[in-house]
């Protein structure tokens, strides 16, 4: 069975500092990751995916992510917050096999806050 | 370019009183999902439809119904809500197979409240 873990449920960063949000995840096949962002009242909009290619992936908003199997992990990074990075990050794994549909495993979420 | 839209964004309802939510899809994914999600939860899902066939969550309840009568449209009914169905509801949609079928597009959700 697939799971992933989000090690910290809030994480508060100075704007400009860097951002790390930690991501582990257990999977039996290779999984696809994702990373989404939630902003209040607002639906879930993906940052970026891991499908099996390169390990470090770009996604929007200058943040990226790196697949690091022998850890199972897929760790969020921004190099220097914005006020506006402010949201809720869910870590995301799809139970998707073999190309076939599946469900999407979320992490309980992490909430970031960012100081002026 | 909105591509999964919600209406209405904001929902309020009577306890015990029917209420539908709505989602459409410009993608023309094959795929529409349900999900309910908590103040400070993760989304959890409800059900999906590939295409047009039905796929409910093993705990998901029975008060929770959901219509699909086209590619582009998808309906959550709730036939009598009660306070703990107070959530927001989030829809999303992925092609059909292939590489990257499994990313899901979310729409911008609807918040239901239960009087």
């Known amino acids: 069975a697939q799971s992933v873990t989000q090690l910290d449920s809030h994480v508060s960063v100075s704007e400009g500092t860097p951002v790390l949000l930690r991501c582990n995840y257990s999977?039996?096949?290779?999984?696809?990751l994702f990373w989404y962002v939630q902003h209040p009242n607002k639906g879930l909009q993906l940052l970026l995916k891991y499908t099996s290619a390169a390990t470090l992936v770009k996604g929007i908003n200058g943040f990226e992510a790196e697949f690091k199997k022998s850890e199972t992990s897929f760790h969020l990074t921004k190099p220097s917050a914005h006020m506006s990075d402010a949201a809720e990050y869910f870590c995301v794994v799809s139970e998707t096999l073999g190309g076939s549909q599946g469900n999407l495993i979320f992490g309980k979420g992490t909430k970031l806050s960012v100081k002026p | 370019d909105a591509m999964v839209i919600q209406n209405p964004r904001y929902q309020v309802t009577q306890f015990g009183k029917p209420v539908t939510l709505s989602c459409s899809q410009t993608l023309n994914h094959n795929v529409m999902y349900w999900y309910q999600q908590k103040s400070s939860q993760a989304p959890k899902l409800l059900f999906h439809?590939?295409?047009?066939?039905?796929?409910n969550e093993a705990d998901t309840p029975d008060n929770f119904q959901s219509r699909r009568p086209n590619t582009s449209f998808c309906f959550l009914d709730i036939r009598s809500p009660g306070l703990g169905d107070a959530a927001m509801y989030l829809c999303a949609t992925s092609r059909e197979g292939g590489l990257g079928a499994d990313t899901q597009y979310f729409g911008p959700g609807t918040r239901l409240t239960v009087l």
């Open positions: 439809y590939y295409d047009k066939d039905f796929n």
């Open positions: 999977s039996s096949y290779s999984p696809s």
